[in-house]
């Protein structure tokens, strides 16, 4: 069990991510975590490409634009915790820092019909509408911000289940912030995200010892007036467990057997990794 979801967060100020680099298949297969399970769902190439060759891409307006609206909230967030809300000037010196701080090695190619200044803009008004329509209260303590939590399955054969909670709320609510440009569909949004929401359940169990009250997404869509949506789920359930593990026992066998073929679709069209997927044989 893992005390530190109940008492403090593990945040640390904003900085740049660290380097992704290639894993070997013995890595791959001590520890799992949902976003390497979701890649490998999708495309078993791209997830060879990313996570075992460890290729590295330049970063992307998206990405940087995600990377910062995240590191923004997360220090919102930690500020509740600490019982000093951020608020007004505060939040634009935050985010400031969070613009320079993030990848700020990394040469980012703006769009020509966005430019960087614009793209910032924009992704200030992102949080600034956030925060004001935001359901969490600002004198809301959170039980946890950006806990990094583990859950053993060697019991199952399996890898251990990692994972980094971005939110649980004072009612045991777990809540992901995700940004978009397009308002998601409150159905399909949680069948797609159905892998990452069974693996915070799992990890929160493990971690407290009793069940999440919900699982939120709060979707920051940016759009010319942009707008928060936030899907709800309630508590996963026993079949959502079941199919997780079976998940990660296709994962362990795919690894185990060197599986990585493509799986061509529509997700090719935003593939870092198209250049090499075409080389492949
Ligand atoms: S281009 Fe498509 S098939 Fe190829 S690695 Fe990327 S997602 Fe997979």
């Known amino acids: 069990m893992i005390a530190a979801i109940e008492t403090a967060p593990v945040a640390p100020p904003v900085s740049k991510p660290a380097a992704r680099v290639g894993r070997t298949k013995e890595e791959l297969l001590a520890t799992v975590s949902a976003s390497r399970l979701g890649t490998w769902l999708g495309c078993r190439l791209k997830f060879y490409f990313r996570y075992m060759l460890g290729i590295q891409k330049p970063n992307t307006p998206a990405r940087h634009i995600g990377s910062v609206v995240h590191a923004v909230l997360q220090q919102w967030s930690l500020a509740r915790w600490r019982g000093a809300p951020l608020v007004g000037e505060m939040v634009d010196a935050v985010f400031d820092e969070a613009w320079t701080a993030v990848n700020e090695d990394d040469e980012i190619k703006w769009d020509e019909d966005e430019p960087e200044a614009k793209a910032k803009a924009g992704a200030l008004g992102l949080v600034q509408m956030y925060l004001r329509e935001t359901p969490i209260p600002v004198d809301e303590r959170p039980e946890a911000v950006e806990v990094m939590v583990e859950k053993d399955l060697s019991a199952h054969g399996l890898p251990k289940l990692v994972g980094v909670i971005d939110l649980v709320r004072a009612n045991g609510r777990i809540v992901d912030f995700k940004t978009t440009g397009k308002t998601p ?37 940016k759009l010319k007036t942009p707008k928060l949506v936030i899907t709800e789920a309630p508590p996963a359930t026993e079949i959502q467990t079941t199919r997780f593990m079976r998940l990660v026992e296709s994962y362990v066998r795919g690894v185990q057997g060197n599986d990585y073929v493509p799986a061509p679709s529509f997700a090719c069209a935003s593939c870092e990794f198209i250049n090499e997927c075409k080389s492949w044989k």
């Open 185 to 221: 569909n409150d159905e399909l949004t949680l069948h797609t995200n159905d892998v990452q929401l069974s693996a915070y359940s799992l990890l929160y169990r493990e971690a407290t010892d009793r069940s999440e009250t919900a699982l939120e997404l709060h979707h920051l869509v």
